[in-house]
């Protein structure tokens, strides 16, 4: 079963469970926190603080806008794309 949702930035925190989705985060926010997801996929403008990944499997993510950090803990194969924007990009 593949998901897809699209995220606004009307709430602080969102706690999803989504078999292998396709999360589209649009706008800036504050940051994201992945824990314990397989074949999800993000997509993202823009972050202010971070991206943590945190016991994954599988994952993607994609950085459209500025991110300064990508933080990865314990996760089993992961693809971070950025484009030019996020050039000052730590990982």
């Known amino acids: 079963m593949i998901c897809g ?5 009307g709430s602080a925190r969102r706690r999803l469970v989504l078999p292998q989705a396709t999360i ?5 926010c504050k940051g994201v926190t992945l824990d314990s997801c397989e074949q999800v996929k993000v997509l993202l403008d823009s972050a202010l603080s971070s991206v943590e990944l945190v016991n994954c499997k ?34």
């Open 24 to 28: 589209n985060i649009t706008g800036k």
């Open 58 to 91: 599988r994952m993607q993510v994609q950085i459209r806008g500025q991110c300064p950090t990508v933080a990865i803990d314990k996760t089993d194969g992961c693809l971070v794309s950025a484009c030019e924007g996020a050039l000052f990009l730590g990982v």
């Open 5 to 9: 949702v699209i995220l606004g930035l």
